[in-house]
């Protein structure tokens, strides 16, 4: 089991190094569409239009560098100047970066189209990102590493599905944890309900991200609590309501389950892209530090969502960097 709920002291007590995650993934070229008013059918609407570095596991891995983890991504992008250049971005914001590069594929892009709210819509054209295949992987990439991150996206497709299980097993292998964000409704559920279910428990994620529509697609009708059948930790994003933190005790009854609610302050976004990376990326940063057999599991949980909602809040709040081609 991997929570100790007896015997823990007050105090927490934190790793005395950076943690060291690898996060398996994307990397892919975002075009941003923000309208500055309604789409109107066959005319024009002034907005804005952008380019900049995108993928839920490039976010990832970026936000952990910034919050003083030892971040690498391992990723596949094109032999092509926007592949270059979001490699080099990367590199520059301190992720060690290992990087396919398929002849004849083209970098992966992302169509982003952002509403009045702030929610957006996507348009998937991943090419070159699916293209990692497990024999891009090497065992030494994962040696003292504390977590493997993916998101779901990592687990579909052919060669990415199969060399995201390749890279579970190479961090099981290797003494890391496992991670995973449920990433989207739409690939999520492309297999149907059933798969979807099967692939997340052959993952067996120590940690399961999830915003709530993602937990309600994978589980259907029933309580949050059933997550728990799949991992021992889940944390479902509610946007500017919190998230939900549920873990296992360290028993098998119902009643060594622990659930409570963190709340943050609502922040005004135009653009809501990345948020759920970053909070990832916090959340991720701050439980390694602390050894779960030695802390009190409700404060760590506690202090590990704040600190994902600091870093989503941060994410909300600075504008998106223009990628240089």
Known sequence: ML???SSLPRRPVRASRPVRIVVLGDLVLDVVLAPGRTLVAGTDVPGRVSLSQGGSAASTARWLARLGARATLITSVGRDTAGRALLAGLRDDGVVVHAARPAGRRTGRIGVIVGSHGERSFVADREAA??????????????????LHLPFYSLVGQPLGEAGARAIQLARAAGARISLDLASSGPLLAGGRRAAVRQVAQAA??????????????LGEGPLERLLSLTPLAVVKRGA????VLAQGGGAEASD??????????IEAIDTTGAGDAFDAGFLATWLQFSPEDVGLGSALRRSAVAGHRAAARQ??????????
Do not use: I, N, Y
């Open 3 to 5: 929570f100790v709920m």
């Open 130 to 147: 699916d293209e990692l295949a497990p024999g891009d992987l090497r065992a030494s990439w994962f040696r003292g590493v504390d977590a």
């Open 205 to 218: 994620p120590d940690v399961l991200f999830a915003t709530a529509d993602e937990a309600q697609a994978l």
């Open 241 to 244: 309501k919190g998230a939900t």
């Open 257 to 266: 389950r622990l659930r409570f609610e963190v709340a943050t302050r609502p």
């Open 316 to 325: 909300l709040t600075a504008p998106r960097r223009e990628l240089s081609l």
